[in-house]
């Protein structure tokens, strides 16, 4: 008699329950966020966090993940809002978790949903620029990790598509974990530049 009922669950089995129940957090906090006008606005969801006292530093990582889950919102506004908030070193570091946690999430998502979510959320152009990195004999997972090291690649797409292939989520943990941080570093570096230009021109 085969103990099925007794089964634990996997990591994979875990990661996706995750996976789902981040989604039903992105919905509420994209809603929440487009009222408070959050999205549009690093000043505004700069006010927004702080309010939050000690608090508001979970609440920034979490707005930090949910742009990476919805592409459709501005993340250089959450980098240069956390820049503000916390400076170059604990903005970074806040950066870092959260859009870890959401690329996490986008390819636990993409794992459950599949590629019809894919063409729903990205344009035809986008697809078919990247769409033979997964063709039979490529080599995905060298390819993925060049494109998270480098700041100018479609992060939140690539983590979608990377959940329609059959790369395990060992692999992809490793590679966001280890491939985010210079990619951010550098995107971090361009923001507090331009944010001390900002203030320096505003100043004097």
């Not at 990661?15 to 919905?27: F, N, T």
């Not at 959450?78 to 903005?91: D, F, I, R």
């Not at 395990?168 to 491939?179: A, D, E, T, V, Y």
Request: charged share 10%; proline share 4%.
């Amino acid at each position: 008699m085969e103990r099925m009922a007794g089964k634990k669950p996997g990591f994979q089995q875990v990661m996706q329950v995750i996976s789902g129940l981040g989604m039903i957090g992105c919905v509420v906090l994209v809603i929440a966020g487009w009222k408070a006008g959050l999205f549009t606005s690093a000043e505004k969801m700069s006010g927004f966090v702080s309010g939050f006292g000690k608090a508001g530093i979970l609440v920034f990582i979490a707005f930090q993940a949910v742009q990476v889950v919805v592409p459709v919102l501005p993340g250089n506004l959450g980098c240069l809002a956390g820049v503000m908030m916390y400076g170059a070193g604990w903005g970074f570091v806040y950066n870092y978790i959260g859009i870890c946690l959401g690329s996490m999430a986008a390819f636990g998502i993409a794992k459950m949903y599949g590629r019809p979510l894919i063409d729903r959320l990205f344009s035809e152009k986008l697809i078919a620029k990247y769409e033979h990195w997964t063709g039979e004999g490529s080599p995905f997972a060298r390819l993925f990790a060049i494109a998270i090291f480098l700041p100018v690649a479609p992060d939140d797409f690539l983590c979608y598509l990377a959940g329609t292939t059959s790369m395990s989520w060992k692999r992809f943990i490793i590679i966001i974990l280890l491939g985010k941080p210079a990619a951010l570093a550098l995107y971090s570096l361009g923001l507090v530049t331009v944010w001390q230009q900002i203030v320096r021109l505003i100043g004097g």
